[in-house]
């Protein structure tokens, strides 16, 4: 079983719609999550990122932790065409990994149809 | 700061050749990570450092791979000999303790 798994989808969806993406993981060690936006033929931008378990509430995006289950979670509400890129989640033991790395999932591909 | 710089942003090279790829990290950044991106396998961790010193290097797929980070100020990644299956995009990313990782634009490899 891999680290940390996720859907690579392809998901399409309508404007507007509500986006779940997610991610599994094996490492009960992994405190720190985040989401990273990656636009075609660019670097992964941070988005949004957690610590232990919770929610985050970021404008149109939350993200869910739940380490009992090992299962992450963003949500995207009123989905935009820009929002259209590679979602990838990530995990760490330490945030930033100068005390580790971080772990990534293989990245999710949401296309949002106007 | 204009972020973090990779160079090339892309290179097309015959099996092989020495492939050598850039990064220089935000200034005042103190740990550094090389990535590679494909298709198959996602995005890996080939290796970081932390105050230019190699920390983890387990990721470095075999030894025709070697990382060096000579200051704080720049580093390496070097392929010898370059194989078609080296072919993909090679990020770098940088970052200071507790604080987000920022990437590259990566460079784009492609070995033929």
């Known amino acids: 079983q891999k680290e940390v798994e996720q859907d690579p989808g392809p998901l399409s969806v309508p404007e507007g719609a509500i986006v779940s993406l997610n991610c599994t993981y094996s490492?009960?060690?992994?405190?720190?999550f985040m989401w990273y936006r990656q636009y075609s033929r660019k670097g992964p931008e941070l988005l949004m990122y957690?610590?232990?378990?919770g929610n985050k509430e970021d404008g149109r995006f939350t993200a869910q932790v739940d380490k009992s289950s090992k299962y992450i979670s963003l949500f995207i509400r009123d989905s935009q065409p820009s929002d259209s890129a590679t979602y990838l989640c990530?995990?760490?033991?330490?945030?930033?990994?100068?005390?580790?790395?971080?772990?990534f999932g293989k990245g999710t591909k949401l296309s949002v149809k106007p | 700061d204009a972020g973090v710089i990779q160079s090339p942003r892309h290179e097309v090279t015959e099996m092989g050749q020495e492939v050598t790829l850039r990064c220089k990290p935000i200034?005042?950044?103190?740990?550094l990570f090389w990535y590679r991106q494909t298709m198959m396998r996602g995005l890996e961790l080939l290796i970081y450092?932390?105050?230019?010193?190699?920390?983890?290097d387990s990721g470095m797929p075999e030894d025709r791979f070697s990382a060096k980070m000579p200051n704080a100020s720049f580093s390496t990644l070097k392929i010898q000999p370059s194989e078609p299956r080296d072919s993909a995009v090679y990020f770098c990313?940088?970052?200071?303790?507790?604080?987000?990782?920022?990437f590259g634009q990566g460079t784009r490899l492609t070995v033929v």
């Open positions: 990313a940088s970052t200071l303790p507790a604080t987000e990782a920022f």
């Open positions: 200034s005042g950044h103190n740990s």
């Open positions: 990530a995990m760490s033991a330490a945030y930033g990994g100068s005390q580790g790395n971080l772990i």
């Open positions: 490492n009960s060690a992994f405190q720190y």
């Open positions: 450092f932390n105050n230019n010193v190699p920390i983890d």
């Open positions: 957690t610590y232990s378990s």
